[in-house]
């Protein structure tokens, strides 16, 4: 029997000739196989093998010799070898059952030949070996691949920073006075190449919900007479063309597109797919695959994007496939708004989707606030409208330190809170750099300074580590407003160490090092805590705030109570003025941190 070369892990013992030791051995063997993953009647019928091969061994050896089992393990085969250096015995051709019940000669090669798929037995001048071989059931799991993991990863960050590029692209076009049509053309070219396909088409539900209505196409075609046919194109500049069918009815279960609106659902196609002869997709002269994807807002269907390529099979990477499903929802999203801008309901629809994004946005905050042995934590959000350019984060860290982070993007709304999400997903992308919070303040600027400076934006960010014992702070700030720490007599501030990020791209952030030794209680906060339009005198002030701070630590109030209370403060102070920006806080709690549980959520978020 021929086994294909195959890489192998091995382990060999070696053993005084005793039926206690051989048992022992049996067992190091059984244990070793299930951590390679052999399934348990895997390991049940190799343990009663060896116990039989085992015995059979010590009974032919002398107390004073050793045997020895080795084992191997491949994706395909087991492998034990038993060695003994007895006088051995004849091994039969084939081994049978005695005719006796009651004589167990013979009984243990029956059980061995039975059980394996190939044995054999070496009989040499005082050396002994059994070589015994069965095929895994059982696959190993695949070994993990650091760096095509490490290369999916990089691949994965690098779409995403592609799509939110082509996002904001595509709202800084949408915003010059163009229709939605030549909007959805233009980006549709751009989309074929990103995507790699051969052919886009997109439809956009009419107002009545009847009839998906031809929008726009793009395809790597020429229009010959009548009949598309493929041709060789410069891949750099495609031809567009019409599918012919300007409108589907969205009863039409027998069509494509209508089916994937209907059900909701991705509807693939290929070579072997039957369509109808209405079927825009059945026009094309060549066989083709893709995909008819069903474009969302809210809940509601408003289109379909299909994309495809000229072949009878296509297995697009889950890179291109996800782009094209982003960006088509985005540009849906747009175009649904777009076309809608002049109607009566333009108003309630934009406010809908902005609750919408607030969700979104809301569901980027954590859960929980990373509680500990000496530190209790709790955190507010206030956004301005519906979704806002606050951001905050409390990370519990592998070394048992944490990370907390205030961040306030300039300006308010939908452009901010796009910077918001990708500052998260670089933040959480980068946790190794969080006990040096001026490398990691570094490697933020960095990454976002391109995409700043183009939307002539920027990012204020309190970066705040605090060690496992809870004796010493990290702190790295970046234009933003003072952390505040207090022993119950004084309070001190760590201000600002370099600019916010987006104004310098060589920037050098420092971070300041502080003992919380005597310290009771700390405050990260965005100025929207104190930055309303109010009557002199009756803000939330720095005085104000330094006195309330001294309070809470004199009165000894754990982090969820002292929460409560500044929210209630400040929401005081905003029935006597017009809110002008987001309002974002953490209050953090040092003495006697556990001794009360928390009594509700330790992140809270409210809009007005």
């Given at each position: 029997m021929t086994y294909l070369s195959q890489p192998t892990e091995g382990l060999r013992i070696e053993f005084p000739a005793t039926l206690e030791a051989a048992r022992e051995a049996v067992c190091e063997i059984i244990g070793w196989l299930e951590s390679h993953h052999l399934d348990r009647d895997e390991c049940g019928t190799w343990e009663l093998v060896l116990a039989e091969a085992t015995t059979n061994a010590v009974t032919h050896s002398s107390s004073e010799q050793t045997l020895q089992i080795e084992a191997t393990c491949s994706a395909a085969h087991t492998q034990i070898r038993i060695t003994d250096h007895s006088e051995g015995f004849e091994w039969p051709e084939e081994a049978c059952l005695p005719e006796d019940d009651e004589n167990e000669h013979g009984r243990g090669l029956f059980i061995i030949q039975s059980l394996t798929d190939h044995c054999s037995y070496l009989r040499g001048r005082g050396k002994n070996v059994l070589d015994l071989q069965r095929e895994r059931k059982t696959a190993p799991p695949p070994v993990e691949d650091l760096a095509t993991t490490l290369d999916l990863m990089t691949a994965e960050v690098s779409s995403c920073y592609e799509t939110l590029a082509n996002i904001?692209?595509?709202?800084?076009?949408?915003?010059?006075?163009v229709s939605p049509e030549e909007l959805a053309s233009n980006w549709l070219r751009q989309l074929l190449e990103i995507s790699g396909a051969d052919f886009l088409?997109?439809?956009?539900?009419?107002?009545?919900?009847?009839?998906?209505?031809?929008?726009?196409?793009?395809?790597?075609?020429?229009?010959?007479?009548?009949?598309?046919?493929?041709v060789e194109v410069n891949h750099s500049q495609p031809t567009t063309r019409s599918l012919s069918?300007?409108?589907?009815?969205?009863?039409?279960?027998?069509?494509?597109?209508?089916?994937?609106?209907?059900?909701?659902?991705?509807?693939?196609?290929?070579?072997?797919?039957?369509f109808h002869q209405d079927d825009?997709?059945?026009?094309w002269s060549t066989s083709i695959s893709g995909v008819a994807h069903p474009l969302e807002i809210g809940g509601e269907v408003i289109g379909v994007l299909t994309v495809g390529v000229f072949c009878d099979h296509w297995e697009p990477k889950a890179r291109d496939i996800n782009v094209v499903r982003s960006l088509g929802d985005f540009l849906g999203t747009l175009l649904h708004s777009l076309r809608r801008r002049d109607d009566a309901n333009h108003s309630r629809?934009?406010?809908r989707e902005l609750q919408i994004a607030a969700d979104i946005q809301r569901s980027l905050l954590p859960d929980e606030l990373p509680q500990s042995a000496t530190l209790q934590c709790a955190g507010h959000l206030t956004t301005a409208g519906e979704v806002g350019g606050d951001f905050m984060d409390g990370i519990a860290?592998?070394?048992g330190g944490r990370l907390f982070v205030i961040a306030d993007v300039m300006g308010k709304g939908v452009p901010a809170a796009l910077f918001a999400t990708a500052f998260r997903s670089l933040l959480h992308s980068h946790l190794d750099l969080a006990a040096q919070p001026c490398e990691l303040m570094k490697c933020l600027n960095t990454s976002l300074f391109a995409e700043l400076d183009r939307a002539e934006m920027f990012i204020t960010v309190e970066l705040a580590w605090i060690s496992a014992d809870g004796f010493t702070l990290r702190t790295?700030?970046?234009?933003?407003?003072?952390?505040?720490?207090?022993?119950?007599?004084?309070?001190?501030?760590?201000?600002?160490?370099g600019p916010p990020l987006g104004i310098s791209i060589d920037e050098a952030y420092t971070h300041q090092e502080v003992s919380l030794k005597g310290v009771t209680h700390l405050l990260l906060h965005t100025d929207g805590l104190s930055d309303s339009t109010l009557p002199e005198d009756s803000g939330l002030s720095r005085d104000r705030l330094h006195r309330w701070l001294i309070n809470t630590s004199v009165e000894g109030i754990d982090a969820w109570s002292s929460r409560d209370t500044l929210r209630q403060m400040h929401h005081d102070h905003q029935d006597n003025a017009r809110a002008q920006d987001d309002a974002t806080f953490v209050v953090l709690a040092r003495e006697n941190a556990l001794l009360s549980p928390p009594r509700n959520q330790t992140l809270t978020h409210a809009s007005r």
């Open positions: 904001f692209s595509l709202c800084a076009e949408a915003a010059r006075d088409a997109l439809r956009m539900l009419t107002p009545d919900g009847a009839l998906l209505e031809d929008i726009a196409n793009a395809a790597r075609l020429s229009k010959a007479g009548n009949e598309a046919e493929l069918i300007p409108f589907i009815n969205l009863n039409r279960a027998d069509l494509i597109e209508s089916r994937a609106v209907t059900l909701r659902q991705d509807q693939w196609f290929d070579g072997s797919s039957d825009p997709l059945s026009h629809l934009i406010k860290l592998a070394d790295c700030n970046a234009g933003h407003g003072p952390l505040l720490l207090t022993d119950g007599i004084q309070v001190s501030e760590i201000g600002a160490d």
